[in-house]
């Protein structure tokens, strides 16, 4: 049997009918398909690829047969079956639904859980995390000393994961924008947590500066009237 390979892979949805991301014959050496995919939210990274059916007995069926470990990262979409006959071949999608690894299989859909024991073609997926475009966190200008808490910089943004800031070099990272009331510099740290499907940004650090506020004082005191002697210290004036 024939086995040809030629690896090309494209993170695109559709493709030429020459222009495969690999090409793979079933057959009883057991060859693979290798398809690498960079994981995209919307729309999802997919790879087209060929299969040929190597035997002229039985027709050949493309996904995770019963039994096999499904992890949810690929599936195979288009057309999925191929009729029995040597040459028969089918155009399959591949389509990367997370970051990491699967295994698909183009086995002789007549043998049912024996699949393993005849002709077939592994079709191995490697889906690899998406690296998110990042916009850092700002400063925030011209704070004063108000009395209450008030955040210290303009939220960053990324296109995956999550955006996380801690104030000052200890505690963990989370959410929520950090916040302080005295007058004083601070340093708040950021980074972006990337989860499953996206690579984590080490981020930076932003300095912050809130002002004290200017004293507000009466020029003009005016001395109370009416006061009368109570053994107590009172105020003189206003």
Do not use: F
């Amino acid at each position: 049997l024939l086995l040809t390979v030629s690896i090309g892979v494209k993170n695109v949805n559709t493709v030429s009918a020459d222009n495969y991301a690999c090409e793979v014959t079933t057959g009883d050496s057991h060859p693979t398909c290798n398809v690498t995919l960079t994981y995209s939210a919307s729309p999802l990274a997919t790879a087209t690829i060929k299969v040929i059916n190597g035997s002229k007995d039985n027709g050949v069926t493309i996904g995770i047969p019963s039994g096999s470990t499904n992890n949810g990262v690929a599936s195979a979409s288009g057309t999925t079956s191929i009729e029995k006959g040597n040459g028969n071949y089918a155009e399959v999608i591949i389509t990367a639904n997370k970051a990491g690894t699967e295994t698909l299989y183009a086995y002789e859909s007549t043998h049912g859980n024996s699949w393993n024991e005849h002709y077939y073609a592994v079709i191995s997926v490697t889906v690899n995390k998406a690296t998110p475009t990042v916009t850092s966190p700002t400063a925030k200008t011209n704070l004063t000393y108000t009395g209450s808490a008030q955040e210290l910089v303009t939220a960053g943004t990324t296109t995956g994961g999550t955006m996380k800031y801690r104030l000052g070099t200890s505690g963990d990272y989370s959410e929520t924008i950090p916040s302080a009331t005295d007058a004083g510099t601070y340093t708040v740290y950021w980074k972006v947590d990337g989860g499953d499907n996206y690579n984590d940004n080490e981020g930076g650090n932003v300095s912050v500066t809130i002002a004290k506020a200017a004293a507000t004082i009466n020029p003009n005191p005016t001395g109370k009237t009416g006061l009368i002697y109570s053994a107590a210290e009172q105020e003189l004036i206003t």
